[in-house]
């Protein structure tokens, strides 16, 4: 009864409440666009700050670090902390050490991802499924586990080969193998499941129709995989890659624990030197952690459509 009354005085044109100005509905929408700028330009503020300051103090004299009330511009530039995180604690060396382990880590990571992504999307083998998903399961596995049996084994390897490394007899390169060596810091870090797992989700998504005109002019897998897979896995390389390098170029456990000579140190371990018992040059500090940092803006803001990439691959289900 309700219904035909209410349906009834609707049809007669009664009004079912007060009239909205005419415009009000992107008056709303505006406001509702600002409020979420603004909101975003608050977190990023809040984001990009700490940044500012470092840069800000990289550049400011020791008297200048606390000063109150604080100042984000310094009275005097001082672009000479620079040229001093070059000249002290072997800074050069620590440099020199993290591009190497870096380059060897993400080459030598992509390229036994790869072989072994393409090994668990396109070879059949009995028992290939289970055996993929105890290899995923070791993702679950914490890194301090693993550990301390790889310090021990790293350490006992010294054993084998003993004595330094010296390269055209002049540059100083470590031990050959165990601690303090390139070795303990490179090879660890070669293999990832992470890495397989990307990779294969990837490898999975590629037609295998393709890989048949490659078997009736009689290829096997090793040109399926060279002249097919790679190829158009461009993207998901890349993404493996630099995700690697990140995580490489910032690690810090791994490097404190397996090198212990200042030559051998690479740059998240050099960091520290600038850090003292009673007295920190918080300048050179900020100096030195700007230097290391940057080539990490410069990749993130050349290949920001592939941490994107990365994320999407994530999710795929193979």
Same mark, same amino acid.
């Given at each position: 009864?309700?219904?035909?009354?209410?349906?009834a005085?609707?049809s007669k044109?009664?009004?079912?409440?007060?009239?909205?100005?005419?415009g009000?509905k992107?008056? &709303?929408s505006?406001?509702?666009?600002?409020?979420?700028?603004?909101?975003?330009?608050?977190?990023?503020a809040?984001? #990009?700050a700490?940044?500012?300051?470092?840069?800000?103090?990289?550049?400011?004299?020791?008297?200048?670090?606390?000063?109150?009330?604080?100042?984000?511009?310094?009275?005097?530039?001082m672009?000479?902390?620079?040229?001093?995180?070059?000249?002290? !604690?072997?800074?050069?060396?620590?440099?020199?050490?993290?591009i190497?382990?870096?380059?060897?880590?993400?080459?030598?990571?992509?390229?036994?991802s790869?072989?072994a992504?393409?090994?668990?999307?396109?070879?059949?083998?009995?028992?290939?499924?289970k055996? !993929?998903?105890?290899?995923?399961?070791t993702?679950?596995?914490?890194?301090a586990?693993?550990?301390?049996p790889l310090?021990? #084994?790293?350490k006992?390897?010294?054993?084998? +080969?003993?004595?330094?490394?010296?390269?055209?007899?002049?540059?100083?390169?470590?031990?050959p193998?165990?601690?303090?060596?390139y070795?303990?810091? #490179?090879i660890?870090?070669?293999?990832?499941?992470?890495?397989?797992?990307?990779?294969?989700?990837?490898? /999975?998504?590629?037609?295998?129709?393709?890989?048949?005109?490659?078997?009736?002019?009689?290829?096997?897998?090793?040109t399926?995989?060279? &002249?097919?897979?790679?190829?158009?896995?461009?993207?998901?390389?890349?993404?493996?890659a630099i995700?690697t390098?990140?995580?490489?170029w910032?690690?810090?456990?791994?490097?404190?624990?397996?090198?212990?000579?200042?030559?051998?140190?690479t740059?998240?371990?050099?960091?520290?030197?600038?850090?003292? #018992?009673?007295?920190s040059? +918080?300048p050179?500090?900020?100096?030195?952690?700007?230097?290391? /940092?940057?080539?990490?803006?410069?990749i993130?803001?050349?290949?920001? &459509?592939?941490?994107?990439?990365?994320?999407?691959?994530?999710?795929?289900k193979?």
């Amino acid at each position: 009864m309700m219904t035909e009354i209410e349906s009834a005085g609707a049809s007669k044109g009664m009004p079912e409440g007060p009239e909205r100005p005419a415009g009000w509905k992107s008056t &709303r929408s505006a406001l509702l666009t600002a409020s979420a700028f603004l909101a975003a330009f608050a977190l990023a503020a809040l984001m #990009i700050a700490p940044f500012f300051w470092l840069a800000s103090t990289a550049v400011k004299a020791p008297s200048e670090v606390f000063r109150m009330p604080p100042a984000l511009i310094p009275s005097e530039w001082m672009w000479g902390n620079f040229i001093k995180v070059w000249t002290t !604690f072997h800074f050069s060396r620590y440099y020199l050490n993290s591009i190497i382990v870096t380059v060897c880590v993400v080459a030598g990571q992509v390229v036994t991802s790869a072989m072994a992504a393409y090994a668990f999307a396109r070879l059949e083998f009995p028992g290939r499924d289970k055996l !993929f998903l105890c290899y995923l399961a070791t993702l679950m596995v914490p890194g301090a586990v693993t550990m301390i049996p790889l310090f021990i #084994i790293m350490k006992f390897m010294g054993m084998i +080969w003993t004595g330094n490394f010296y390269l055209f007899g002049k540059y100083f390169m470590g031990a050959p193998l165990g601690l303090n060596s390139y070795f303990a810091l #490179i090879i660890p870090g070669c293999f990832s499941a992470y890495g397989t797992f990307l990779l294969r989700q990837f490898f /999975m998504g590629i037609p295998k129709e393709l890989e048949e005109s490659v078997k009736i002019d009689g290829g096997g897998h090793r040109t399926i995989f060279s &002249r097919i897979i790679l190829p158009l896995s461009g993207p998901g390389i890349t993404t493996l890659a630099i995700f690697t390098m990140l995580g490489s170029w910032r690690d810090f456990i791994w490097p404190l624990i397996m090198v212990n000579q200042d030559e051998m140190r690479t740059l998240p371990i050099g960091l520290s030197s600038f850090q003292g #018992i009673y007295f920190s040059d +918080w300048p050179l500090l900020m100096a030195a952690a700007l230097l290391i /940092m940057a080539p990490l803006v410069v990749i993130f803001f050349f290949a920001q &459509r592939f941490f994107v990439e990365g994320i999407k691959l994530q999710g795929i289900k193979g």
